[in-house]
């Protein structure tokens, strides 16, 4: 095997920390999307459904207000935990793009399982987000800033 082939191989392999580590963002990244969401649904919905006479709707309204902040903080807080074990690939744009577009995919999936199937609360919210670490974990080191370019492979040819 060749030194390039090598360097590639190495560059293209993420350490196990940085996968756990974008796996972990992913979660963070569902839990961020679904902040705003969950709040604007909870001051919505109970005043629509009881037309503001109900002191249920008051109660739903508050409780969604801290339930969106809970989830707010926990995905801030998950996403500077695990960003201390990122790479610096992942905190380029490809890797909050990718992170993003799989949370939002798992939030659609969450939903859906949540509303239209049978499946138990604990398994919507299970199954979604170990789909999405799994795909996280995957995907992480194959990512736009994880390829070598030929500049770089010059370079590092050049060194030895």
């Not at 949540?114 to 080191?141: K, W």
Request: aromatic share 12%; charged share 10%.
């Amino acid at each position: 095997m060749n030194s390039e082939l090598r360097l590639d191989s190495l560059m293209k392999s993420i350490d196990v920390f940085g996968r756990l580590a974008f796996g972990g963002q992913c979660i963070a990244a569902m839990a961020l999307i679904a902040a705003p969401l969950i709040f604007v649904t909870a001051c919505v919905v109970p005043f629509v459904v009881w037309h503001d006479n109900r002191g249920e709707a008051l109660l739903l309204w508050l409780g969604g207000w801290a339930v969106a902040i809970a989830v707010g903080a926990a995905g801030v807080g998950l996403g500077v935990f695990c960003w201390r074990w990122s790479g610096d690939w992942i905190t380029e744009w490809p890797g909050y793009a990718v992170a993003f577009a799989f949370a939002g995919i798992a939030n659609a999936a969450l939903a859906y399982m949540l509303v239209e199937t049978d499946v138990p609360i604990y398994g919507s919210f299970l199954a979604t987000m170990s789909a999405l670490f799994a795909a996280g974990f995957l995907v992480a080191g194959h990512l736009g800033g994880t390829d070598v370019l030929p500049q770089q492979r010059r370079a590092l040819a050049r060194r030895r």
